[in-house]
């Protein structure tokens, strides 16, 4: 009996799933180390680790059998979101808040009417929420009144999320067992995330290479931020792909969950440009602009009528807390403060991501709408620099999508930012220019020495497999 000679296929295949156990292995340790207050640089170098393992395996990916692939994305993504549910959340605390607003609308209760802190809703408060006693001296915790302090950041304030998100909260709260604190978001994180691989999967059939949704299932943010954070950008994530991809077909049904993407969590909003890649009548961008305002404003109107206060909530003040609004404080808007006056860098965001998404609009492939998404979206990230490692997750998604993985650096020079800068000064800033030089070195590799017209454009909206 002779033995099958081994391919270099099947070889590719075998490192890629070995590479692949090496980052879950990685990730369980990144997710079990509690040291993002107390060991940030420690913690940093586990997030690098991470990296560059999921680098090693997307690149090995390149070369494993095609036949394999989408098989080898799907289970991988599987074990690396799960990672995602080996400890509490680690870095953030915003799905307290999220506990906190499903608990208050199961009660009949607005959750823009009072701050997690409001007296009123004392009766709705529980030890996990809400410790007493000893406990109050952690430093993760905020004190609300004499002996009663919360896991709940902000808690002077008033909720910030739009009702799509709202209305996930309250879902996960009716369906959780009692006293299963945060690990229900945690699960929903880790559905919502593994869903949304074979919908890449499903249009990158079509229209792409299946390997390349391994930028999204593998990729460390997701079960970092999705998963163990729980962060309520996994369903925008989903329901933004889900969209994108129907636009290309049915314009209509792509606007509304599109709408429906922007009422979870309202980033989603710049992929608009996208979405309207080549339109050239009105007719075809009232079909997915109508659809999108019709359930928008569908989702809002019943909160605005049982709310007394603003459904807007604190999205003000946490825009002017984050310096969005005065380049002078933070970290915003980092890049262009090294070449402009603060007082000038607002108005460059504003000129910089119109100018991006008249071209995206009058120049992008309708039959790829997330090519102008990503750059669109990509770009207002380097142009604003935002500090929280979360934010990416849309962008992954559409790096998942479109395959130009350089702009995956956006991602990294995010958990730079959050997690890094805690202990090294401008680390997020010299990360956001890295990423930036990484974007254009990209271009101009898919662009070439060609100067052709028709290569230029492959190369802005470049499909992956297809000749250069």
Same mark, same amino acid.
């Given at each position: ?177 009692? &006293? ?7 699960? $929903? /994180? !880790?559905? #919502?995330?593994? +869903? *949304?691989?074979?919908? %890449? @999967? ?42 994108? &991809? ?7 049904? $792509? /606007? !509304?969950? #599109?709408?429906? +993407? *922007?009422?979870?969590? %309202? @980033? ?58 005065? +380049? ?141």
């Amino acid at each position: 009996m002779t033995r099958r000679p081994t391919t270099p296929t099947s070889r590719a295949t075998v490192v890629t799933a070995a590479l692949v156990a090496a980052l879950v292995t990685a990730l369980v340790l990144t997710v079990r180390k509690d040291a993002y207050l107390t060991d940030p640089a420690g913690l940093s170098w586990l997030y690098a680790v991470c990296w560059v393992l999921f680098a090693a395996a997307a690149w090995s990916l390149r070369r494993a059998s095609a036949r394999h692939a989408a098989a080898l994305v799907l289970l991988g993504g599987i074990a690396v979101a799960a990672t995602g549910l080996v400890a509490a959340p680690r870095t953030s605390t915003d799905s307290f808040r999220y506990a906190w607003d499903g608990r208050v609308q199961a009660a009949g209760i607005s959750p823009y009417d009072h701050a997690p802190a409001d007296a009123a809703l004392a009766p709705y408060r529980d030890g996990w929420l809400f410790p007493t006693g000893h406990e109050c001296g952690k430093p993760d915790l905020t004190a609300v009144s004499r002996g009663v302090c919360t896991r709940i950041n902000r808690p002077g304030v008033h909720t910030i999320y739009p009702p799509a998100g709202e209305l996930y909260f309250l879902l996960v709260h009716a369906v959780s067992p009692d &006293g299963v604190r945060h690990k229900a978001l945690q699960v $929903g /994180g !880790a559905v #919502l995330a593994v +869903a *949304t691989t074979p919908v %890449l @999967l499903r249009i990158l059939r079509r229209r792409g290479d299946p390997r390349t949704a391994a930028y999204w299932a593998w990729c460390p943010a997701v079960p970092l931020e999705a998963v163990n954070n729980a962060h309520v950008d996994g369903l925008a994530v989903l329901l933004s792909v889900t969209a994108l &991809g129907l636009t290309v077909r049915h314009r209509a049904r $792509g /606007g !509304a969950l #599109l709408g429906l +993407a *922007t009422a979870a969590k %309202l @980033l989603p909003a710049v992929l608009i440009p996208g979405a309207l890649s080549g339109v050239r009548r009105v007719r075809d961008a009232a079909a997915v602009l109508l659809p999108a305002a019709a359930v928008l404003a569908a989702l809002y109107t019943p909160y605005v009528l049982l709310s007394h206060s603003s459904v807007l909530g604190y999205l003000g003040g946490y825009a002017d807390e984050e310096g969005y609004q005065d +380049a002078s404080t933070g970290d915003r808007y980092a890049l262009l403060r090294l070449l402009l006056p603060d007082s000038c860098a607002l108005p460059a965001v504003i000129a910089g991501l119109l100018a991006v998404s008249l071209y995206v609009i009058r120049r992008g492939d309708p039959r790829r709408p997330w090519s102008g998404a990503l750059l669109v979206t990509g770009t207002a990230f380097l142009l604003t620099t935002p500090g929280y490692s979360w934010y990416a997750l849309l962008l992954v998604a559409l790096v998942a999508l479109d395959g130009r993985w350089e702009w995956l650096g956006v991602a990294v020079a995010g958990a730079a930012a959050y997690v890094t800068g805690r202990t090294v000064a401008d680390a997020g800033t010299v990360m956001y220019a890295v990423a930036a030089l990484a974007v254009v070195c990209g271009w101009l590799l898919r662009v070439g020495v060609s100067r052709d017209l028709p290569r230029l454009r492959r190369a802005m909206f470049f499909l992956p497999g297809e000749p250069r």
